[in-house]
């Protein structure tokens, strides 16, 4: 699967574009000196937050592709400075939230917590999204759950434990029947 294949792939999941795709297609630049910094506690929390949004069940979890440090890298070397901005204070603003609702911050909270913040979250970023104009900035949940996708799915863990994945696929079959349950197809 090439690059445009996964990004586009990866909107239909969302129902749209992603953010810092175009810079992610045309090649990311390297980063300015200006460009955020992720800290280790930085891609942790990212980490949390995109296993609280894939986590790991019978098929391997976002940790497990590392979504964490996808992240990181796309915020840093793709999006333009003023999304990584609204990014980098999203994740403030989740652990605001954390210790305001729980008393402690995203990644001591349980998997419940977590949970039930990201479902307010989305809920909040799906308002946001009914009423966004263009050229405005998306919801910074939106943002992550956007990276979360893409990281995972493009990863050699989602592709091939998530999604049914066949190195040299056969003919192109447009009736090819589907069973309730089953596992979409990754491409090469």
């Known amino acids: 699967m090439n690059r445009r ?20 297609l045309s090649g ?13 506690t930085d891609i942790e929390l ?21 979504v964490g440090e996808f992240m990181a890298v796309i915020v840093k070397d793709c999006y333009t ?3 990584s901005k609204a990014f980098t204070e999203g ?8 210790k305001t609702k729980h008393g402690t911050s995203f990644v001591a909270s349980t998997k419940e917590q977590r949970h ?14 009914k009423n966004l104009k263009e050229k405005e900035m998306p919801h910074y ?3 992550m759950k ?6 995972f799915f493009t990863s050699e863990v989602g592709a091939t434990k998530a999604l049914r994945y066949v190195a040299v696929p056969g003919k192109y079959d447009g009736n090819f029947p589907y069973k309730k349950g089953d596992r979409a197809w990754a491409t090469s």
Do not use: H, N, R, Y
């Not at 994740?91 to 954390?98: G, H, L, S, T, V």
């Not at 956007?146 to 990281?151: D, F, H, R, S």
């Open 116 to 129: 039930d913040l990201l479902v307010t979250l989305d809920s909040e970023a799906k308002a946001v999204q």
């Open 81 to 83: 400075p003023e999304e």
């Open 146 to 151: 956007q990276l979360t996708l893409w990281g």
């Open 46 to 66: 990212l980490s949390e937050i995109a296993e609280t949004i894939l986590p790991a069940t019978t098929t391997p979890g976002a940790k497990d592709a590392k």
């Open 141 to 143: 949940f939106a943002m």
């Open 28 to 40: 990311c630049k390297t980063a300015s000196k200006d460009a955020i910094a992720f800290t280790p």
């Open 91 to 98: 994740m403030k603003k989740i652990e605001e939230a954390a």
């Open 5 to 24: 294949e996964a990004l586009s792939s990866v909107a239909l999941l969302l129902g749209g574009t992603i953010l810092g795709a175009e810079a992610f």
